[in-house]
């Protein structure tokens, strides 16, 4: 298995995020993992970065549309991407389905990226179709992140906008990957319930639906949204159910 990991703004392959998730991947047999860096270009206003994320997407694209084309199985590659992160992986897809006919297997989005993305066009930005699987997790969405999903199964920890724990919007932004790397090592610590909204979990109306696990051991089947509550600090899965 291949996971190319695409960082977010102010972000870069050696930077918080790369390491936390690089280090719990790497433990994992039969695990290479690329780490894509757009520090030059996506890193010092936001604005100017969101228009570099189509020129990264499609050039990563190209180059693992080659490693495809050499013998690489495409069912065999994850990207896993943060925030503007989320929509290189998703461009990347769109371009890898363009130049090989082939769909990777899987696009993990961790609280993609919401100013300038949207109501947009689908051509330019994260969408289901960019891989076999899209999940999507949400923490800081309407803020910092997209509220809408946009994925095949999309994740709602604790209502998807804010986090128990945060105090500012970048915390609950990071804590899409944080909770992502709890799962590396704890695979089955978020359960979450399929639920038409927030407001009807938190009431108990959907305890008895569908549940499926957020995270590494996510798998496609069933779309929809998904939630479920975690805690304010690590470890951040709470309980067998999802629920307090």
Known sequence: MTVVLTHGFMESSDGIMAKALTSELLKKKDMDVLVLDGRNIISYEYFRSTTYVRFIGEKLGSVLSEIIKKGQD?????????????????????????????????????????????????????????????????????????????????????????????????????????????????????????????????????????????GINSTKGSPGSYFLTTNSISPFGNSSTGTR
């Open 74 to 214: 495409s069912n065999n590659i994850i990207i896993i991407g943060h925030s503007l992160g989320a929509h290189i992986a998703g461009i990347a897809g769109k371009r890898i389905k363009k130049l090989t006919g082939k769909a990777i297997g899987r696009i993990i989005a961790l609280d993609p990226a919401g100013p300038c993305f949207i109501n947009i066009s689908r051509d330019y930005r994260l969408d289901k179709d960019d891989a076999v699987y899209v999940d999507v997790i949400h923490t800081n969405g309407g803020i910092l992140g997209l509220k809408e999903p946009v994925g095949h199964k999309d994740f709602y920890p604790n209502g998807g906008s804010s986090q128990p724990g945060c105090f500012l919007s970048t915390c609950d932004h990071s804590r899409a990957w944080e909770l992502l790397a709890e799962s590396l090592t704890f695979p089955q610590h978020f359960l979450a319930h399929k639920c038409s909204n927030w407001t009807m979990f938190r009431e108990g109306h959907c305890l008895k639906n569908e549940l499926t696990y957020m």
